[in-house]
């Protein structure tokens, strides 16, 4: 009975959370930017951010958190501005469209050829050859991105793997390492969800939501170029972009990103800290906190050594790599899991356990109760 009246609220919240888009899309919209536009969105802002509270279930909190109070409410900050991917710079929507940008974790491909590169021309110079191709409509179709090495399957049986080894307290693996691997394969599936869902509602190609971590070569490209690319595309307009720009006026050009970054890492590590917030319902131990500006300043350290050495010398990536996502791996044991354990959501990984297995009884009834019909 819990499940189904879980089931019943959380269809509640989406019908709520639909009409506050909706709202956003008529009327907002209609409204000139700046201070204005920013007070008729403030009871927007402000439901998107005690929204995760009206959900019992850890897992579904989390997923809401993320979906509304990070994306939907970072998104509609830059709307108010005029900017961003609800703003009217972007092509004309409609409200279907407005509603899957704005809660969903998407970005539509843009196959605008004003969007390429100020590099590609003089590449195509270089390149004659190059150019016909990308002159050629035809390449541009026959091209296709190389499929993942964990296709969204296997990531679904991992998943089955991984939460029946942690609940029947298997101790063929660390119980840590199994909540990293949960971490990293939930947030694979919650973002394959809401892909799945754009794509039957928009029927457009979307972006790449994330790029195979496990094979970052470093710090700054598991971060910035392959994990929760979501993240990373609002994160650069709301916080890296304008706090480089402060930045630029005191540091200069050259040394400019390196602040933007460390500011980026600590917001992304407060909006960690309010998920789990409302996961765990104890008060914030800042030890996420602390895990993002760790990151933060690693990752900016990483890039102030590649450009004083200007690629004279570089750690080969059979190297790098295993030492990049090996750091990811323990610090997150270290700092981001410990207040999770503690509080004993588990990043909700036992609810999913129970969440199989109710939907299993299901199934298994279901023939039964067919034939009693019958």
Request: hydrophobic share 45%.
């Amino acid at each position: 009975m819990m499940m189904e009246e879980e089931i019943k609220s959380l269809i509640k919240v989406w019908i709520l959370a639909l009409a506050s888009l909706s709202y956003c899309y008529f009327i907002v919209g209609k409204i000139p930017k700046g201070k204005t536009r920013f007070f008729f969105l403030l009871p927007i802002l402000f439901y998107f951010t005690i929204l995760p509270s009206t959900i019992s279930f850890i897992s579904l909190k989390g997923v809401i958190a993320f979906f509304f109070t990070w994306l939907a409410n970072f998104k509609l900050l830059l709307l108010c501005f005029d900017q961003g991917p609800l703003s009217s710079n972007q092509p004309k929507s409609s409200l279907k469209s407005f509603i899957s940008i704005a809660c969903l974790p998407i970005k539509i491909k843009q196959d605008d050829p004003s969007l390429k590169s100020p590099y590609s021309n003089i590449k195509n110079k270089k390149n004659p050859s190059h150019q016909n191709k990308q002159s050629n409509p035809s390449h541009h179709h026959l091209e296709t991105p190389p499929k993942p090495f964990l296709s969204l399957p296997i990531i679904i049986l991992l998943t089955l793997l991984v939460v029946h080894l942690y609940c029947t307290n298997n101790q063929i693996i660390n119980p840590s390492l199994l909540l990293v691997l949960y971490l990293y394969l939930s947030l694979e599936i919650v973002l394959a969800i809401g892909a799945t869902l754009a794509r039957a509602t928009l029927g457009l190609e979307l972006e790449l939501q994330s790029n195979e971590p496990y094979l970052s070569p470093s710090l700054q490209d598991f971060w910035g170029r392959r994990w929760n690319l979501m993240i990373t595309e609002i994160l650069r307009p709301t916080v890296y972009h304008p706090t480089r720009r402060i930045s630029t006026r005191i540091f200069g050009r050259k040394w400019a990103s390196l602040p933007a970054v460390l500011v980026t890492f600590l917001v992304s590590g407060l909006m960690h800290e309010l998920i789990l917030f409302y996961m765990n319902k104890i008060g914030p131990t800042w030890e996420v906190t602390w895990f993002f500006v760790l990151h933060g300043i690693c990752t900016a350290m990483e890039i102030g050594v590649k450009r004083a050495l200007a690629g004279k010398w570089q750690l080969h990536r059979l190297v790098s790599g295993p030492l990049a996502v090996g750091f990811v791996v323990v610090t997150t044991m270290w700092y981001f899991l410990p207040p999770v354990v503690r509080s004993g959501s588990d990043l909700g990984i036992k609810e999913s356990g129970a969440a199989i297995e109710f939907f299993r009884e299901k199934l298994i009834s279901a023939p039964k109760l067919l034939h009693c019909i019958i």
